[in-house]
């Protein structure tokens, strides 16, 4: 009788603690939704941030290399082909008398960025120069003793944004450092460490295997939205589903990559928040299957190998001294970085589901590649001798081990953990 009265309530207590538990999941969802910003929504397209400051190193501790990896910073759009398809659409619209007032101020912002980009589609432009000669002058002087008088190597892929961000970056440090020896080099003999995402077959047919392909189907036509579309081009403007689909992404690459190229935007006139965050989802979707271990396969991570490999083996010839240089600079791109970052498992950068609507929510690759971005493995001596290790992206400390308290860490500890991470071929 006691156990038969309490069974009512019972029932509704746990009923009430269920709805309080999904309205405490739909607010936390709320909230991550509400942090999104336009600024954000430009993803891997968007410039290097610029509130970085020289780093700190404790007294006691000496820095005796650093291994870094970067990508190329700012550029003008890395191919024509999404300006010159929202180029045509918008002018086939003003042909047909169905283009609105803000879809002709669009095609103005889409002929001003053909017209700067003519001749120049995927080149460095002068904001991705600045960015690396600022994050080169940071790094010299939080190292000034380091990199005075040494020896310092430098290499990147084949791509000339690449080139001429190495060049950047060298260039000054070559004018801060009083007796420095820099050795430069660029060319396909890199593109194992540097661009391995066009040479791994294994991850080559990924990339054409339905399983992939479908996953990106689904969520693309699941999560687009057109409605920005219509509001530029017209009601009445002549579309066929897959033409909507790739115009609408379209209309946001161009957007979101204004400001790399020095061109201002405001994708607030076009997109509504959360249409920029939809259409910013489906870009962050396909980067994560593409460059990420995920469920559908770990060899887009794994691709990174032969460069996580090189960082560790320099290291370690460095501490053995058997390789006598101040540090060794990597300079290559966004498709070099993710796979490095989901392949270490840093923070942020790594992130396995099923459930794929969470990949927004979880994953970002605007937090973490930005245009210029770059990881700096830096190698202390101490005054005993041993050997320590930090770990910075973007500038700023990340702690790869489990359970790290500090954000310095022994080299020995840190190298067994990275070569743990390693594929087994």
């Given amino acids: 009788m006691f156990f038969s009265r309490l069974a009512l309530p019972l029932g509704i207590i746990i009923g009430d603690m269920k709805k309080l538990l999904s309205l405490v999941l739909l607010l936390a969802l709320a909230i991550q939704a509400s942090a999104f910003t336009y600024k954000e929504g430009r993803s891997t397209l968007g410039p290097y941030p610029t509130d970085r400051v020289v780093r700190t190193f404790p007294d006691s501790l000496t820095p005796v290399f650093v291994n870094h990896v970067s990508r190329h910073g700012s550029r003008y759009p890395a191919g024509s082909y999404f300006t010159l398809l929202m180029k045509r659409a918008l002018d086939r619209a003003d042909s047909l008398n169905t283009i609105t007032p803000l879809g002709r101020r669009l095609l103005a912002e889409v002929d001003a960025v053909v017209a700067s980009s003519e001749g120049r589609w995927g080149q460095l432009d002068s904001i991705g120069e600045a960015e690396h000669r600022c994050i080169a002058a940071r790094l010299y002087r939080a190292c000034p003793q380091l990199l005075d008088s040494a020896r310092v190597v430098a290499l990147s892929s084949s791509s000339p944004r690449s080139v001429m961000s190495m060049y950047s970056f060298v260039h000054q440090l070559s004018k801060m450092a009083r007796h420095i020896d820099i050795t430069a080099m660029s060319g396909e003999r890199f593109s194992p460490l540097m661009r391995n995402f066009d040479l791994d077959e294994e991850y080559k047919a990924y990339r054409k295997d339905s399983s992939y392909l479908n996953t990106y189907g689904r969520f693309l036509a699941k999560n687009v939205t057109i409605d920005p579309l219509l509001r530029v081009l017209g009601e009445n403007y002549p579309l066929d589903y897959d ?181 087994v071929e």
């Fill in 243 to 423: 033409e909507a689909q790739n115009l609408a992404m379209a209309e946001y690459y161009v957007m979101a990559g204004m400001d790399a190229m020095g061109q201002e935007s405001d994708p607030s006139a076009y997109f509504t928040l959360k249409e920029y965050r939809q259409l910013w989802s489906v870009y962050n979707f396909r980067e994560y299957l593409l460059y990420s271990a995920n469920t559908l396969s770990s060899r887009p991570a794994e691709i990174a190998a032969p460069l996580l490999l090189d960082l560790v083996q320099t290291a370690d010839s460095v501490v053995s001294g058997k390789l006598h240089a101040a540090a060794k600079l990597r300079f290559g791109h966004a498709e070099t970085m993710m796979p490095l970052l989901a392949l270490m498992r840093v923070p942020g950068c790594s992130y396995l589901t099923n459930y794929f609507d969470t990949v927004a929510d979880n994953w970002h690759a605007y937090a973490t590649v930005p245009m210029a971005c770059n990881l700096q493995m830096t190698l202390f001596r101490s005054g005993s001798g041993r050997i320590y290790a930090r770990v910075d992206l973007n500038e700023r400390p990340v702690r790869l081990l489990p359970g790290q308290t500090s954000d310095y860490v022994l080299w020995d500890e840190l190298r067994v953990h990275l070569l743990e991470l390693l594929p």
